[in-house]
């Protein structure tokens, strides 16, 4: 099989070896990438599995959380194929897979007319985003606002408190958990239209805390989208 990002003949114009180029081939000799739906031996996502996710109708499904004035998700939780490619997006290495799910999730959003001017993402601390290597979130936001041609800007807002993971916590305990964990930036932000983009929308409660620091930041409006709601 032919490794994914071969560029090694790609030779650099100042002529030095390029060793992110080397270990990248390497890597990709070594560990193959998968599809993270099906697990063939291909790319990130195979063409059958992009083909069925096309074929998921998309839901439209809308939450009432204040402060937003539109929040809305694509499909329920349960649905698996999405399931799977965003716990793959969030912690199997594969930041490439925000590429179909932001098409998605802005597809769905062309669907409704709000104005919008600006784009941000849940952020995560950033001890866990060196961790991680990447904020799945803002890869979201990447794609969201390219295809709605809207500017990305993820860092006015900035996690400043490292929280535990929200993962078995109840409605108030994740509300208390986040509570004052976010900072906007009112220079960036003050009288825009600003959409918030997530993986998976729970009980909303991280939604909301970024949502308050939004508001407090002076924006005219937040609106929300995730591509999947677990409620
Ligand atoms: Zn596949």
């Not at 003949?9 to 990248?24: C, I, K, L, V, Y």
């Not at 925000?98 to 784009?119: C, F, K, N, S």
Request: proline residues 6%; aromatic residues 6%; contains cysteine.
């Amino acid at each position: 099989m032919k490794p994914s990002h071969t560029s090694l003949d790609q030779p650099r114009p100042d002529g030095a070896f390029n060793w992110e180029s080397f270990t990248r081939y390497w890597l990709d000799v070594v560990f193959p990438p998968r599809c993270a739906n099906c697990g063939r031996l291909d790319t990130t996502l195979c063409v059958t599995c992009q083909t069925r996710l096309d074929a998921l109708p998309l839901k439209y499904l809308e939450r009432m959380l204040p402060p937003f004035t539109g929040l809305i998700s694509t499909e329920s939780h349960r649905a698996p194929i999405l399931r799977r490619l965003i716990h793959s997006l969030k912690y199997d290495n594969m930041p490439h897979l925000a590429q179909p799910l932001g098409i998605r999730m802005a597809t769905a959003l062309q669907h409704y007319d709000w104005e919008l001017d600006l784009v941000i993402s849940v952020p995560l601390h950033p001890h866990r985003q060196r961790e991680r290597g990447y904020n799945q979130s803002a890869e979201l936001a990447k794609v969201v606002s390219e295809v709605l041609g809207l500017r990305e800007l993820s860092s006015a807002l900035q996690r400043t408190v490292n929280t535990r993971s929200q993962v078995g916590l109840g409605q108030q305990q994740r509300l208390d958990n986040v509570a004052g964990a976010f900072d906007a930036d009112p220079l960036s932000l003050a009288g825009a239209r600003v959409l918030l983009v997530d993986d998976v929308l729970t009980t909303g409660a991280t939604m909301q805390a970024c949502a308050e620091a939004v508001i407090a930041a002076g924006v005219h409006s937040i609106y929300g989208v995730t591509i999947t709601s677990a409620s």
